[in-house]
């Protein structure tokens, strides 16, 4: 079944220690994004990637970093600059980056950071 | 800029009940689409439905039926018959112009007792 795989789905850091989310999908999507969901905030875009080696900031980027070395794979690195690192984060993929193409979304990644 | 509204952000409900979810969305484009996911407990958010901006005939999918009215800038979603298993998080989101980025609602939190 073609889908989209968040590893792991809880991960616990010390404050300091940057992170990697892994997010790998099998759709052959072109766009990727990763998304950051607190409790009463909805869902922020922190990053996202047209195709593979562009990817751009959204809209709360400060703090985290992204790769797209390959079409399938769009990590997500949580640096010790982010202040507040703990959150569920979702990743998603659209089969191009346009107005209408609606999101397939992985289960999430909840980092809680202490 | 571009926004949208859930205002609700609780609502519970008894099993066979009839349940409608607010949205109301702004933007200065005229070209847009809505959408609604589901998120479920299991985390991942799953696409429902998408609507563009010339299009307001009204959409039903088995218990699910959504209203779009422009004039008011809304589109509510309607569940009928509301069962344990539409107990979610449901979020309504907008992609408008030049900007292909999908602005969320904040989410309206879904509980329906047996």
């Known amino acids: 079944d073609g889908g989209i795989t968040q590893s792991p789905k809880y991960l616990f850091r010390k404050e300091g220690q940057n992170v990697t989310l892994s997010c790998e999908q099998n759709l052959n999507h072109d766009a990727m994004y990763w998304y950051r969901q607190d409790p009463g905030q909805g869902l922020r875009l922190i990053y996202y990637?047209?195709?593979?080696?562009?990817?751009q900031k959204g809209d709360i980027a400060e703090g985290y970093s992204v790769s797209r070395e390959k079409k399938e794979s769009f990590p997500l690195t949580v640096t010790s600059a982010q202040k507040n690192p703990t959150a569920f984060y979702l990743c998603?993929?659209?089969?191009?980056?346009?107005?209408?193409?609606?999101?397939?979304f992985g289960n999430g990644t909840r980092l809680t950071v202490t | 800029a571009q926004k949208v509204t859930q205002a609700q952000t609780e609502i519970s409900v008894v099993e066979k009940e009839d349940v409608t979810l607010d949205c109301v969305y702004e933007t200065r484009d005229t070209t847009y689409y809505l959408f609604w996911y589901k998120q479920p407990p299991s985390g991942e958010l799953v696409f429902l439905i998408r609507r563009n901006s010339f299009d307001e005939q009204n959409e039903i999918s088995g218990r699910y039926s959504w209203n779009f009215q422009k004039s008011t800038s809304s589109f509510n979603f309607t569940i009928t018959a509301s069962q344990v298993v539409d107990s979610a998080v449901y979020f309504c989101?907008?992609?408008?112009?030049?900007?292909?980025?999908?602005?969320f609602g904040k989410g309206i939190t879904l509980s329906v007792r047996p």
């Open positions: 989101a907008l992609t408008a112009g030049a900007n292909s980025k999908l602005t």
């Open positions: 998603a993929s659209s089969i191009v980056f346009d107005l209408n193409s609606p999101l397939h």
């Open positions: 990637s047209q195709i593979v080696n562009d990817f």
